[in-house]
């Protein structure tokens, strides 16, 4: 059975930093490309980071996130984690990791997510 767990979330600072990890079971991440999503409250769910299969190791990220996140991947941990730094108010959001590639179309699976809350 394939599953996907977020953890490291929580009440942060803004200025202050957090770790988000994705862990997975049933499923390599290396073999794909892996995405951090996040939903803000009454909001859909938007695309923030993503990092490419394998030993590619290129990313990308949203203009709202580019220079504050850092997306990397454990391949011994079958973890992808997003590093957050100098987080502001309206990061506060539930976020989520997913895995997509061939023959996983993206969205098709979702952990429960993990909720950041940035507030002094």
């Known amino acids: 059975q394939v599953q996907l767990v977020e953890s490291g979330g929580g009440l942060v600072q803004p200025g202050g930093s957090l770790r988000l990890s994705c862990a997975a079971s049933?499923?390599?991440?290396?073999?794909?490309?892996v995405d951090w999503y996040r939903q803000r409250p009454g909001k859909q769910r938007d695309l923030i980071a993503e990092?490419?299969?394998?030993?590619?190791?290129?990313?990308n990220y949203a203009d709202s996130v580019r220079g504050r996140f850092i997306i990397s991947r454990d391949n011994a941990e079958n973890t992808v984690y997003l590093q957050m730094n100098n987080v502001k108010p309206e990061d506060t959001a539930v976020y989520y990791c997913?895995?997509?590639?061939?023959?996983?179309?993206?969205?098709?699976?979702w952990g429960r997510g993990t909720q950041v809350t940035v507030s002094s």
């Open positions: 990092i490419n299969p394998g030993d590619d190791g290129r990313t």
């Open positions: 997913t895995p997509n590639g061939p023959g996983l179309p993206p969205g098709t699976i």
């Open positions: 049933g499923i390599t991440l290396k073999i794909y490309r």
